[in-house]
């Protein structure tokens, strides 16, 4: 530069050193985890960043899903009647009861509250801060971001809440009739 002139305050005169993506998705630079639950009339599947995982079907409504590489499958079942999903991984057991307002559970000592899926939304906070956030989609649930401490169960809760939004649409088909 030569002697006499002014830098340039500009964002541009930076260059490589700016980020190319906005910061503006979550204010700030969060690791993202896509997982993303498909639920058909025949067989379902859990998808982890593209990755596909199997679920199979067992007795008494339970759901395996395939866990990651040298992790043993983890159990999900959802019972509509009691509109509960029932989680057995292998980092721990977690039962989500749903009420009308201010559904919460507990998950190593931190209480995590699912807010309303209003169209189509899903999130979970702690506190005030997101642990999981997402969307319902026509075939299940897609989770845009899943929180470090929630990824041991990132599967089986994403398989969970598509099989509850499945049978709130069944539900709601079924009343339309």
Known sequence: MKEGRKPDGSL????PG???RSLSDHG????????????GLLHHRVLVDGASSAVWRGRGGWHLVEGSSGVLPGRV????????IHIDSPAGLLEIRFRWRNTTFMWRGRRYRIESAFAGRVRI???VRPAV????TWSGVRLTYVDPELRPIERELA????LRAQAWAIAVAAGAA
Do not use: N
């Open 12 to 15: 541009k005169a930076l260059g």
């Open 18 to 20: 700016i980020p190319a």
């Open 28 to 39: 700030d630079m969060r690791p993202s985890v896509v997982v993303e639950a498909r639920v």
């Open 77 to 84: 079942r959802y019972d509509s009647m009691r509109d509960r």
């Open 125 to 127: 906070v702690d506190d």
């Open 133 to 136: 956030e997402g969307k319902t």
């Open 159 to 162: 398989l969970g809440l598509a």
